[in-house]
């Protein structure tokens, strides 16, 4: 496991890093992603989608938790998950607010 210094990770979110803003008027830069999904039916068809995250400076985040609200360019999303690999730079998965509530009655 390789660990960035502070020094790298703001090298890397400011060449990177859009401004993330929480409900509570936290600001961070993070480095938006997406990845793509996909998911077997069991009937040899895939549901397919994409799963959004941001990567952020785990100093910077320390008020984040599941269940925070990430207003990310005008959007509310809903933190549902928080991947620390122990490198400095701590991954956190959301989701829009309808996504939440729709992946939560499924």
Not at 28 to 42: D, R
Request: glycine share 8%; proline share 1%.
């Amino acid at each position: 496991m390789r660990a960035f210094t502070s020094s790298e990770i703001n090298i890397f979110l400011n060449a990177f890093g859009e401004s993330v803003q929480t409900n509570m008027g936290t600001t961070f830069k993070a480095i938006l992603e997406m990845v793509p999904i996909s998911i077997s039916t069991g009937t040899g068809d895939f549901i397919e989608g994409y799963e959004e995250f941001c990567s952020a400076k785990k100093s910077d985040i320390t008020d984040i938790t599941i269940g925070t609200v990430l207003v990310i360019r005008g959007v509310n999303n809903i933190v549902y998950n928080i991947v620390d690999d122990l490198s400095g730079v701590v991954d956190i998965y959301y989701r829009t607010e309808e996504g939440q509530h729709f992946a939560e009655d499924y």
